[in-house]
């Protein structure tokens, strides 16, 4: 059974920066697209970025140069480096695994990021 676990949420600042974590585990990660996602209280799930088995990576557009999203394959992990965050930032953050050859997509249980003076 495939597990993600994320980490790294917390109580930043406006202007503050966090790094999230995700650990994959039961799985051949280099086998899975990866993404972050994130849903803010009465709102949608959204997509932050997704990162490609070979680590080309997309990001939401109004994330482009706060956010960055990086892999390591070798350590089956995930990571989002966040930087110059705002309240509009606050959200649960989610790890996604897709599989490359497969209709299969797998979810972490996230990990709350709050940004607030």
């Known amino acids: 059974q495939v597990h993600l676990v994320e980490s790294g949420g917390g109580l930043v600042q406006p202007g503050g920066s966090l790094r999230l974590s995700c650990a994959a ?3 051949t990660f280099i086998n899975y697209k990866m993404g972050w996602y994130r849903q803010a209280p009465g709102k949608q799930r959204e997509l932050v970025a997704s990162i490609t088995r070979d680590g080309n990576a997309n990001y939401e ?3 482009k140069g706060r956010f ?3 892999r390591d394959n070798a350590k089956s992990m ?3 480096q966040m930087n110059s965050l705002k309240p509009d930032d606050t959200a649960v953050y989610y790890c996604k695994a897709e ?3 497969g209709n ?3 979810w972490g249980s996230g990990t709350l990021v709050t940004v607030s003076s």
């Open 78 to 80: 995930l990571y989002l």
């Open 99 to 101: 599989f490359a050859y």
């Open 61 to 63: 557009d109004s994330l």
């Open 25 to 27: 585990s039961e799985m």
């Open 104 to 106: 299969l997509n797998y």
């Open 68 to 70: 960055t999203i990086s």
